[in-house]
């Protein structure tokens, strides 16, 4: 592969389709999410453990996505792929997507557990909660997510979901119109 590219453009199309496998997946959980808030509206909260599965996995999609654009590891191969990923979908360093808290939070989710765990933690535990967001003293909620906010809680990370599936919306968008010949849009017009 010729070292001036950041991607060589017969493998366009490999980040397209893995992009688009993560866009699909959170457009999906999005629908679950819509369904189950409209049940939620008419007081039907049987679903509710659901709807919060649906959203932490919209987070961890996230923080999938995040990592082809701001790659963990800085070697140079891995900084070239994102730079060139963010430049085709038009993202810069202010994105949403970039939150690296939650991408750190969700892939070592299960050492915050034990840290939190390890704490002493006094008063009503609630291992879920789908509703408004409202004021709990001496409660703990382990998941949740407060639907007059559309934000997620686990353990004590807040996350607002609307403007991350806003931008893997847009991004998702952009994905479906390169993956027809499997190239990046900027190539298409000879860039």
């Known amino acids: ?53 649906a959203v932490q996995n919209i987070c961890i999609q996230a923080a999938q996505i995040s990592k082809f654009f701001w790659p963990i590891n800085n070697n140079k191969i891995h900084k070239k792929r994102g730079q060139r990923l963010r430049e085709v979908y038009e993202i810069d360093e202010s994105n949403c997507l970039k939150n690296k808290d939650v991408r750190n939070f969700i892939e070592h989710f299960d050492e915050k557990l034990d840290l939190y765990l390890n704490q002493f933690i006094a008063g009503t535990i609630i291992p879920f909660y789908v509703g408004p967001r409202i004021e709990m003293e001496a409660r703990q909620i382990f998941r949740g997510y407060f639907t007059n906010e559309a934000v997620f809680k686990i353990l004590q990370l807040e996350y607002e979901v609307i403007p991350i599936v806003e931008e893997i919306e847009r991004i998702h968008i952009l994905l479906e119109q390169d993956v027809t010949d499997g190239r990046f849009r900027s190539n298409k017009n000879g860039l």
């Not at 070292?3 to 397209?16: D, G, L, M, N």
């Not at 893995?18 to 959170?26: D, F, G, K, P, Q």
Request: glycine residues 4%.
């Open 1 to 53: 592969m010729n070292q001036e590219y950041k991607i060589w453009f017969p493998h366009e199309v490999f980040y397209i389709e893995s992009l688009l496998s993560i866009t699909r997946t959170v457009l999906s959980e999005k629908n679950v999410v819509i369904t189950i808030l409209e049940e939620v509206e008419s007081g039907n909260n049987e679903n509710g453990k659901i709807l919060v599965d």
